[in-house]
């Protein structure tokens, strides 16, 4: 059986009914390809009581997580909720091809985090992600999405991809606005929400630039028409932070 497991915002953030699934396994991989844990993989198990593997993109895109599941107990853990990569969909539906069993178990996400921000989850619009730029590679098209979602007055929630610091994703976001003829004014920054790190900075993009006390993970909003009460919410970070 394959069991595709939620690991939450921390790193006790796995459920009663994950650390159950876990102790079943006899194979217990981590995908560690889709984000900047805000813990060690040590800190990880001792918390589930087992060894992990790690599983890389490969690992979990060439499906063989479906064949070992099909003759023990396997688990693969992600962090946040897991289903928010369409690889892990496509475990779920290769399973239901092979007749292998497949159980999927869920915890909290970035997604569902974000309104500690007091931003109305109802009125986030397409989430896009910034991939992190290379010399010859430049991609802005996450901006498109922001362009969309500010067409129906929603705010957008850009997640920062692996391994990007985010004064360069600051950069980014300044010059793919330009290129795209976004007016950047207040933004949100969200970083390591669920965990004892966790900040929320409401600033200019000027001001931001200053900041130099960001770590990884983290995510930038841009919001659109707040609320009164967002406003008033935004307004109480900008205070303390």
């Known amino acids: 059986m394959l069991y595709i497991i939620g690991l939450g915002l921390s790193e ?12 079943k396994c006899k194979k217990v991989y981590l995908e560690n390809y889709t984000v900047d844990f805000p813990y060690t993989e040590h800190q990880l198990e001792e918390v589930i009581g087992k060894k992990i593997k790690i ?9 063989s997580l479906v064949d070992e ?3 023990l107990n396997v ?4 962090y946040g909720s897991p289903l928010s990569a369409t ?5 779920i539906n290769e399973c239901r091809a092979s007749g292998t069993k497949c159980r999927t178990i869920y915890s909290s996400s970035i997604f569902d985090a974000v309104a500690e921000t007091g931003l109305q989850l109802y009125k986030f619009g397409k989430i896009s992600s910034m991939p992190k730029w290379q010399k010859s590679f430049e991609p802005d098209s996450f901006m498109d999405i922001v362009k ?5 007055n929603a705010h957008s929630l850009i997640l920062a991809d ?15 606005a330009k290129n795209k003829e976004i007016k950047l004014e207040k933004l949100i920054v969200c970083q390591a929400l669920g965990t004892r790190n966790k900040k929320i900075l409401y600033r200019s993009l000027n001001e931001l630039e200053e900041f130099s006390g960001v770590i990884k993970p983290y995510c930038i909003i841009i919001p659109s028409k707040l609320h009164f009460l967002e406003k008033e919410t935004l307004e109480n970070f900008k ?3």
């Open 55 to 63: 599983a890389s993109r490969e690992k979990v895109e060439d499906l």
């Open 239 to 241: 205070k303390r932070n």
């Open 12 to 23: 006790r953030g796995i459920s009663n009914e994950g650390l159950d699934a876990v102790s």
């Open 75 to 78: 688990a693969l853990l992600v």
């Open 148 to 152: 969309e979602n500010q067409s129906i």
């Open 162 to 176: 692996i391994g990007l610091e985010f004064k360069e994703a600051l950069k980014q976001l300044k010059t793919s």
């Open 69 to 71: 599941a099909e003759k």
């Open 87 to 91: 690889t892990h969909i496509t475990l």
